[in-house]
């Protein structure tokens, strides 16, 4: 746990098709980047358009298909009440706090995953678990 340096990046912009929603944007507002057990992280942060909006992080990382749900995880969805913040321009970053998508659970549900930047090479054992029903 601890705060991470945001930076502006370059903006970038995916779409996901939600059956039910029709699409979602979610905006690349910034570069995170942080250190885990002297391993240097780099991921992207979003922002969601529509939807409820908010910022958003979902991340992939090596323990993901073992202990965690193979598509990955989210960290940070403003949207679903998950505000870490430590203050009006710091975020807490706290993988404690990471947990399984929607469709984890149920493949009736659409989940927006990590895009490639957003995979980390190392695993991240902190956080939600994930065990197949």
């Known amino acids: 746990m601890g705060k991470f340096g945001a930076r502006p990046s370059p903006p970038h912009t995916y779409e996901v098709d ?13 570069a995170v980047h942080f250190t885990v057990k002297e391993q240097a992280g780099q ?13 958003f992080l979902p991340f992939r990382d090596g323990t993901n298909g073992r202990t965690t749900y193979g598509g990955g995880r989210y960290l940070y969805d403003a949207i679903k009440g998950a505000d870490l913040g430590a203050g009006q321009t710091d975020i807490l970053l706290d ?5 399984n998508p929607s469709c984890a659970y149920n493949d009736q549900w ?5 895009p490639p930047e957003n995979q980390l090479p190392f695993p991240i054992a902190a956080g939600e678990k994930h065990t197949p029903l």
């Open 18 to 30: 939600l059956p039910h929603d029709g699409l979602l944007r979610f905006s690349r507002i910034a």
């Open 43 to 55: 991921l992207s942060l979003f922002w969601v358009e529509g939807y409820g909006g908010g910022l």
């Open 110 to 114: 659409v989940c927006p995953l990590a």
């Open 95 to 99: 993988f404690n706090f990471a947990y």
